[in-house]
């Protein structure tokens, strides 16, 4: 049983995204930090102005979604859309290959005790 006010028919998330169901790239994944680079424009589609307005300060894309009430997969291509005209910037999630070394790190640690 779906939720009063909500419509998550296929037509509607087929309109949303344009019927598109993956983002150009895979630059949003779910912990992935939106930070808004400008205001909501009028007119704009509402799911886009309502990122907007949620992302003033960073918030990642599993809250984005959970917020909106819509699929994940739905959010990354709203996110997308909104990415490649400038109205967003994405802070990543370190990976573990861009992580220190871990032998320096414990060189550091051990010059640290010696201190």
Known sequence: MSRPGRDDSPDRLYTLTGGRSRSGSDAFDLVTLVV???????GMQ??????????RFPTAVVEIAAELGLPVTVVRILLADLHDTGRISARHPRSAHRLPDPDILEQVLVGLRNL
Not at 36 to 41: D, F, L
């Open 36 to 42: 808004t680079e400008s205001e909501p424009a009028p």
């Open 46 to 55: 509402s799911e886009h102005a309502a990122i907007l307005r949620m992302c």
